[in-house]
């Protein structure tokens, strides 16, 4: 059955059953490897995207579910080239250890600071509470969702524009 | 003439009335007692009272969640307006610092503040009165003994004339039966314990008793079902409808661990129940559960059987051997129908090999489906269940990004239909959106509860 999907801004023609969750269209179809596999039953997190601007498991949300809807993954956030604020301060902190939770983390942190640009650690807390990391970086993941927040914010104001500068 | 004694007879009639009223209404204040917050207490009672405190789950109410414990200023929604918490912190200006224990006992006994007040009946002292007051020495020891907090409540939001706190007294000449219960000869000790336990502090009927117009417990239903912040109680008398009828060692189980497994996992309100009650022993736990099936009385022999089959389908590692489902049933029926969504989204977890309290419960089993009033399926749909903070504990993703207030309608509506023989459940889709849209508010909670900690990670004001 043919579903038609944006991701990132592009639409897409996916042929899948409509019971197949998100996370392997995009892995297997769309060749968009940064959501990962964990758990598979929506306990980890690391499978988390943004659809319509909400931070979502994409391991258990059938993509029948998903005509029409805006979904951001963390390939949408910047490249390699071209890291967005969110990469940047991740990279800048060190923020990863083995990585393999980062993306899902990510993906939370992009909807929390969509909503709120200054987060307090207790609200990065409490919007990162479903994702799991077992390396144990959380501190420096919460100080590079701060600082994120704080390069979105330079970003935005007219008169500097610290991304392009630096 | 006649006109002069009619009026002299109004006159005294209306000054008769008053005098009664004033004496029903009337309680005198019992004077500050500057040094009552600087007492010292045996560091056993003290330890008695933490228990008893946990038992009637004092913080819950007391405690706006991420503030400090005991300091008051929740609001409490009522059908007659909100009513906000109080500081019951030794603070001698805003809290109970100035109380002596005469002054405690008599709150908790007859819902009379210490100048003389009566109190709202959010208050349970329509449960608290049946407390000892060898207890009530216990819990007034711990509470005094709490870190003083400085923090005024909000003034309470109420109807006139409802602001008028002596008319409570013709509320309690109604609905209120002061005192401990009597003892019942022809019921065990472990019955007896755990009646003082759950109708005492334990205050079970609070919220699995509905109330009447006058917010007062509906004694003839006790244990019926009612409601609290926005979730249902279920009914915990004959009327329960656990597909596998509780049983006493189901009940103390669940009680002691916030979840059983063919009962699912405790959330809403209940969590906080559950998690509080594990500081009490379990001899206490068993004695509550004793206590609360004996209400519920034995099964019929139809849900007996019933239970049976799902007994055999659902114990220990028979589980894994069934559980192999989400084949792909959706083409027959269509994708973003109910059942669709029902597979795809709901049966990995519900259907899956996962044993509780990790995996999602089977719904052949869940009272939630059985319930007459889906509330609490919807805001579960729509909310999840947070994990616990720092700790493992039983997980479940909120749905409301995804699913509209119809493809919840849907889907519930499937699963009422699959699995329970109850009739179908009307207006979801209306319930659906007001629990959305917070016109039906409820409180969100991990499923460890929150107030226990200084710490509410995860505490959220839905």
């Known amino acids: 059955m043919s579903i038609s999907l944006t991701v990132n801004g592009s639409p897409h023609q996916i042929d899948a059953d409509p019971s197949t969750p998100l996370l392997y269209v995009l892995r297997d179809d769309l060749a968009l490897n940064g959501a990962k596999y964990g758990c598979g039953l929506g306990q980890c997190g690391s499978c988390t995207v943004v659809v319509d601007g909400e931070a979502v498991l994409s391991c258990m949300v059938p993509v029948m579910l998903l005509e029409g809807r805006e979904i ?84 935005s104001l007219p008169e500097s524009d610290e991304r392009r500068a630096g | 003439m006649r006109a002069l004694r009619a009026a002299i007879v109004f006159i005294a009639a209306v000054f008769v009335a008053a005098g009664v009223f004033f004496l029903l209404a009337w309680r005198s204040e019992i004077p500050e007692d500057a040094a009552a917050a600087q007492a010292s207490f045996a560091p056993d009672l003290v330890a008695k009272g933490a228990q008893l405190a946990a038992l009637g789950n004092c913080i819950a109410c007391h405690t706006v969640p991420g503030k400090p414990a005991f300091s008051g200023g929740l609001a409490v929604p009522t059908p007659f307006g909100t009513i906000y918490s109080t500081n019951i912190t030794p603070d001698r200006e805003t809290g109970i610092g100035g109380w002596n224990e005469a002054a405690f006992q008599r709150a908790m006994n007859e819902g009379v503040d210490r100048n003389g007040s009566h109190l709202y009946p959010a208050f349970p002292y329509d449960h608290f009165t049946r407390v000892s007051e060898e207890d009530n020495r216990a819990l007034y020891a711990f509470l005094m003994t709490r870190a003083a907090v400085k923090a005024e409540a909000p003034e309470n939001d109420l109807q006139f004339p409802l602001t008028f706190r002596p008319l409570l007294a013709c509320w309690k000449l109604l609905f209120f039966d002061r005192g401990e219960l009597e003892p019942d000869s022809g019921q065990s000790e472990a019955w007896t314990r755990g009646r003082y336990l759950a109708e005492g502090l334990g205050h079970c009927g609070a919220c699995h008793t509905p109330r009447n117009a006058f917010g007062a417990e509906d004694r003839d239903r006790n244990f019926g079902g009612g409601e609290a912040e926005g979730w249902q109680a279920y009914a915990i008398n004959k009327d329960s409808k656990a597909p596998i009828p509780w049983d006493e060692q189901s009940l103390a189980f669940y009680l002691r661990n916030g979840w059983h497994e063919f009962h699912g996992v405790s959330r809403g309100p209940m969590a906080e129940v559950t998690g509080n009650l594990s500081a009490l022993p379990d001899s206490d736990i068993m004695a509550i559960a004793t206590y609360v099936t004996s209400i519920m009385g034995d099964p019929t022999p139809e849900r007996g059987e019933r239970a049976a089959q799902l007994r055999e389908q659902f114990e220990g590692d028979r589980l894994e051997q069934t559980a192999d489902s989400q084949s792909s049933l959706v083409s027959a029926s269509g994708a973003g129908s109910g059942e ?107 499923s460890d509860g929150i107030e226990r900690a200084p710490h509410n990670v995860g505490a959220e004001e839905g």
């Open chain 2, 340 to 446: 669709a969504i029902y597979i795809a989204a709901c049966a990995s977890c519900h259907e899956g090999r996962q044993r509780q309290p990790f995996g999602g419960l089977n719904f052949e089993l869940s009272t939630a489906v059985n319930a007459p009033n889906p509330q609490n399926i919807v805001n579960i749909v729509l909310f999840g269940l947070p994990p616990a903070d720092g700790e493992a504990s039983a997980v479940m993703p909120a749905f409301r990004h995804l699913l509209n207030d119809q493809q919840v309608a849907d889907v519930l509506a499937y699963m009422r239909e699959r699995f329970s023989e109850e009739p179908a459940w009307a207006g979801l889709v209306e319930l659906v959106a007001n629990t959305r849209s917070g016109a039906h508010k409820v409180t969100i909670r991990p």
């Open chain 1, 72 to 155: 951001t993954t963390i390939e949408g956030l910047g490249t390699i080239d071209d890291p967005g604020p969110l990469q940047q301060a991740f990279i800048e902190l060190q923020a990863a250890q083995c990585g393999y939770c980062i993306p899902g983390m990510m993906m939370s942190a992009h909807a929390l600071l969509r909503r709120n640009a200054q987060p307090s650690d207790e609200d990065i807390r409490e919007a990162l509470a479903t994702n799991l990391c077992r390396c144990g970086t959380h501190m420096r993941i919460l100080a590079a969702i701060r600082r994120a927040g704080e390069l979105m914010k330079a970003a």
